[in-house]
Every structure is written in C-alpha cells, then in structure tokens.
C-alpha cells in the first residue's frame, strides 16, 4: 500500500517539487510556493464545488437560523426541519465535505514531498533518494538550499512565520464563518475561529519552516479563491449584513419582551 | 492542513556508527542511543559504555525546560592511542579516555586526557561525518558547513575554516598537509592542515557531491547527486572519467591495484578500471547499498542495506561482466554503518542496535552482541 502510494502519488509530487526549485534558481521556497499554486490550480474545480456548496449553505443560515429560534427548545424537530429545508433546497450539507475530502491525499502528498525534499537529517536524505526520477532537472537541484527570505526552511520556531500562518488561517475562516443565533453554536464557533490559528501558529514553531511556509501559502491562495468566488470578504466585515440583521432583530425581540 | 497531521514525511535522526577494531584488540562503535561502545571481541564482553547526551529544547518550547536526551551518532569512532574520538549529531565532539570510562568516572577527566569541544554549552552544528586524526589534531566536518582542526590532547581549536557549503556531511580525506573535502554543492576543496587556508587546488563540478571523497594517488574519487561517480585529477583539476549508476553512489568507495569498488544506491556493487572508468564488472544485491564496501587481501566484503553480506573473491574471472560471490552470510538487520573487517572477521552495528562479527572462512554469523543495554 505505501509503495502504491509512494508510486502513485508522493513520487510525482516530490520530483516536480524538485524540478520546480532547479527551476525557480534553486529557489526551494519559491518551488514550494509554486507547486501550492499548481496543486491548488489542479484542484481548483474541486474547491470551487465546495465553495459553492458553502455558500448555498451561508445563503439558507437566515432561514436557518430562523429555524433555530423557533426550534430552540426541541433539537430533534430542529433537526428535522432543518433537513426538510436542505431537502426542499435539493442540497446535501454534507455536499461541501466530498471535495475536500478528495483533496486530503493531495494535500498529504504534498505535506509529505516538502518534509521529504528538506530531508533535515541523514536519514532523510537517503530515504529521498529512493524516490528520485532520474531527470537530469532534480539532479541538478541538489543540494537544496533551505534558505528563503528570512527563513530557514528546514529550521524550527519562527515567529514572524507563525502570525503570518495564525493570522492568514484566521482571515480565512472568518470569510466563511457564518454568524449564528444559536448562543452556544456562536460560542463554539468563535472559539473554532480562535483555537484554529492558534494551534497551527504553535505547529509553526514546532515543525521546518519549508512546512509553514507551505501553510501560509495555501492559506493566502485560499483567501483570494473565496475573495474572487463569494465575492467579496464574506463575513470577514466588521459588520455583516447577515449578522447585523438578526442582531437587531434580537435586540427589538428582547425590547419588545420588556 | 489537517494533511500535516498524516505520517511518513520526515525520519528521526538515528545515526549509523561504524565499527573499528583498535591495536588493543578492543572494538568500539556507537550504539542508536548515542552510547559510545568498547567491546572485547573474544570474550564478547562490553568494556565500557558512555552515553552522550544532548541538551534538547527542540522537543521542544512548550516543556518547562531543557531535556536530556541521547543523540545521533553517524560517524566511526577514531582510536588514538587510550583516546577514543567521536563526533555527536548534537554538535560536540568527544575524547572520551579508554581507562577512565572502563571505570566510569565522570566524564571528562581531564588527567587522563578526556574533553569535549566546545567546552561551554555551545555547539558546533550536527556532525555527521567521522572524525579523522592526523599526528597532532583532529579534523571534523560539520552541518554549520566548517571544517575543524583541534589539538588531540585538550581539544583546542587550532582553527576552523570559511563555511565550505551550506553543510558538510561528509568525512575529510588527509594527504600529506593537505586535507580533502566534497561537498553538496559541487566542490572539493583541499585545505592546509597547518592553517585550514584554502589551497588553490579545487574542483567544482555542475552537480553536488553526495559521498565523501576517497584518494588513489592522485586520483579523487567521489559519487554525484546526478547518480554518477566521477573520478578526478588532482594535479589538472579536471574530470578524469564519470561512470553512471543507477541511483547516488552514496558509500564511500574504496580502491586498491588498479581497481575502483563502489557501492551504489540502485544495489549493485561496481568494480571500475581507475585508468579507464570502464566497468570490468558488477553484481546486483536487490537492495541499496549505503556502507562503504571492505577490501581485505583479495576479498572484497559488500553489504546491502536489507542484511546480505557478499564476499568476493577479486581475483575470480567474471562471466560477462558479472561476478558471483563466494559466499553471503545473512544479517537479520539493516546495515547502514561502514563495515570493518580484520582477520578474516567482518564487524558490522547494524540498526537494529546489535554488534555483529562475521566469519568469512565459515560464511557464517559468529556472534551477536546487542547493544541496548537496560
């Protein structure tokens, strides 16, 4: 199965990877960033399909959520309803999760090729050797130079790296987080949009730079797809339409009760 | 980004020591858990045993401090006298004294010699290469891409030289008062041993260096990241002959009468004409070949990665073009360390932590010492 693996997909992804440094003038931060925007751009019918799904989804929260109001006591009928209502709108809510779980094992390949091509240690760099094509374009790559910038692609623990990973990571989510009635599901969803960058501005100063670096760039590339299809910054506004409705909505319900 | 969470991207550094048999009659090797070993290989017993520690945060920042925690050791110890000299993966180099750690006395006696350099809690950057001792110093190579020169008796710097490369893995060559060194970005470069001044003798290839160099007169030897082992003058400076593999030629070959052994990566074991490049013959073990091959009389002793040790006899007609062994002895283990081969025995530290001794004569594994000790 690994071999399969290995064949099929890391091999393919790791040798471009190298190619495009030798390339890019043994730029291997370049080559990264490069091979995010060709993966990216490969896969990008796929994202589209979830994007589109997502905003359908973001499209139905004001029913949605007129839903949850209605239904805040009863979360079986909730369910139900909810599920009618997706039905009637012909949408699967799991219809945004398909694409991007066909997306995983590019992601893992690519994930892989960059730890590979670092090779931080000797024993990478043997194992790395089991997986080269014998172009003359990834032989003449090497050695690869872990510098890029400021940083040391195979180094650990930058702190500029890792607001860039947080900040951009939260930027990204934040376009998509729908705001929520539900006090518990904003609750839970603020923290999402908290601990999310959070850890992985951590995972930055715990793994090469060359993986960060890969992170901030697929999150970059991420928020200009959504900027260019849900037009615009999405729920990224300070004061978003679709928040601020139910929000005073809320507020004349609680006047009214008063 | 869930995807960094999946396994199989990066290895740990475990380190693959080599083996050398001492004038005292005593083996030493380092263990994959950074413990320096001397070992009696006729009573099989283990003498002495040191473990180098390495100070780690890399575990990292989210720990309330620092940890101890043994290192890599990649490169064959260097017996001098009652010294024994190490390199660390965690940056230090070691003379560790074979009286006072056969009593285990706290490390370093500086009255029997013992040291440790940097002698503060700096380091130097991972060495992977063995060290090499000359009359009066010893020479490393390290990740920080410098090459050292310190006094065999108390570890001072005699100097350290411009960064070569980005890093230097490989072990320097010494010739005469000049030192040797390849390295990944595509140069050998010969330094003075008495000041570490660059010398005007060098090459610089198109390709990166990916084994350290082996010199045969005037002859250096030295496998290429474009799977090539290229063979070049020293007094022209220029590619003598290049001889294709089919994957890196990353053992350090060895050559004797004529003769260029060389291991490679794709499993086959080359034997190259030193005049001409030309093949005279190989032999394919199935599995890379990462420790350099052996020569011992007229056998030459190759072992492959997954465990099979082949014996050659060098003076045996091939049939076209490929050689049979005389005999293969199986190891349960991979191989990965260099090998060393002294009165018909082939001492092997596999990576499954064990010493191995091999009989040639019987063709056969003697004796089997593991190296974990609890």
């Known amino acids: 199965m690994a071999e399969l693996w290995s064949l099929i997909i890391l091999n393919p992804v790791l040798n471009v990877l190298i190619a495009l440094s030798s390339i890019l003038s043994n730029n291997f931060g370049l080559a990264i960033i490069a091979l995010t925007i060709i993966v990216r751009l490969i896969i990008l019918p796929l994202t589209l399909k979830q994007l589109n799904s997502t905003k359908a989804m973001q499209a139905m929260q004001p029913k949605i959520q007129e839903l949850q109001k209605k239904y805040a006591k009863n979360q079986q009928k909730l369910q139900q309803e909810m599920m009618r209502v997706y039905k009637e709108a012909g949408m699967n809510p799991l219809g945004c999760v398909w694409p991007m779980l066909v997306q995983f ?99 930055v100063l715990m793994f090469p730079s060359g993986l960060a670096l890969f992170w901030a760039a697929s999150n970059v590339i991420g928020i200009v797809i959504q900027y260019f299809i849900t037009g615009g910054w999405g729920y990224l506004r300070f004061r978003p339409s679709a928040q601020a409705v139910p929000a005073t909505a809320s507020k004349r319900a609680s006047q009214k009760r008063s | 980004m869930l995807a960094s969470c999946a396994p199989g991207g990066a290895q740990p550094a475990q380190g693959w020591s080599g083996t050398v048999l001492n004038n005292d009659g005593i083996l030493y090797a380092a263990s994959m858990d950074g413990k320096v070993v001397a070992v009696n290989p006729s009573t099989r017993n283990l003498e002495w045993s040191y473990t180098i520690v390495a100070s780690s945060s890399s575990s990292g920042f989210m720990s309330c401090g620092q940890t101890s925690v043994p290192t890599a050791i990649y490169g064959t110890p260097a017996v001098d006298g009652n010294l024994v000299y190490i390199g660390s993966y965690s940056g230090k180099v070691y003379a560790l004294s074979t009286s006072a750690r056969s009593q285990n006395l706290p490390f370093p006696q500086t009255r029997n010699g013992e040291w440790h350099y940097p002698r503060t809690n700096e380091v130097i950057g991972d060495i992977v290469g063995s060290p090499v001792v000359s009359e009066d ?17 108390f570890g001072d710097l005699n100097w350290e030289s411009d960064v070569l490369g980005e890093k230097l893995w490989t072990t320097p060559v010494i010739e005469g008062d000049t030192i040797y060194v390849s390295t990944f970005d595509g140069h050998i470069y010969t330094l003075s041993t008495e000041t570490g001044n660059l010398l005007p003798v060098s090459f610089e290839a198109e390709v990166g260096f990916v084994s350290s160099p082996v010199l045969y007169g005037d002859i250096i030897f030295v496998g290429s990241f474009d799977n090539k082992l290229c063979a070049i003058k020293i007094g022209d400076n220029k590619l003598l002959w290049e001889f294709p593999g089919g994957r890196w030629f990353w053992a350090t070959p060895v050559a004797k009468e004529g003769v260029v052994y060389a291991g490679c990566l794709d499993g086959k074991i080359y034997a190259i004409s030193v ?80 010493l191995y001794a091999l009989d040639i004569d019987k063709g056969n594994v003697s004796w089997k010492l593991p190296l974990t000790i609890k």
């Open chain 1, 105 to 203: 094992p590019v992601w893992i390949a690519l994930y892989q090729s960059i730890m590979k091509a670092l090779a931080t240690t000797p024993e990478n760099l043997l194992d790395l050797s089991y997986h080269l094509y014998s172009w003359q374009v990834v032989s003449q790559a090497f050695p690869l130079s872990s510098h890029f910038l400021w940083l040391d692609l195979g180094g650990h623990g930058d702190l500029i790296l890792a607001i860039i990973v947080g900040a951009t990571m939260w930027v990204q989510q934040k376009m998509t987080t729908a705001p929520s009635l539900d006090q518990r599901q904003q609750s839970m969803s603020n923290m999402m949009l908290l601990m999310m960058p959070l850890m992985f501005g951590l995972f």
């Open chain 2, 137 to 153: 110093a010893i020479y490393v190579t390290s990740s920080n891409g410098k090459l050292y020169s310190l006094g065999k008796d």
């Open chain 2, 275 to 354: 005049e001409t490049g030309k093949e005279l013959w190989e032999f394919d073990t199935e599995s890379p070949i990462v420790s350099s091959p052996v020569l011992m009389d007229r056998i030459a002793v190759v072992a492959s990665e997954s465990g099979d040790v082949y014996i050659f006899d060098t003076t045996t007609e091939p049939k076209d073009k490929v050689m049979t062994p005389v005999k293969t002895i199986f190891v349960d283990a991979l191989i990965r360390g260099s090998l060393y081969c002294h009165e018909g025995i082939v001492y092997i530290r596999a990576q499954d932590n064990c």
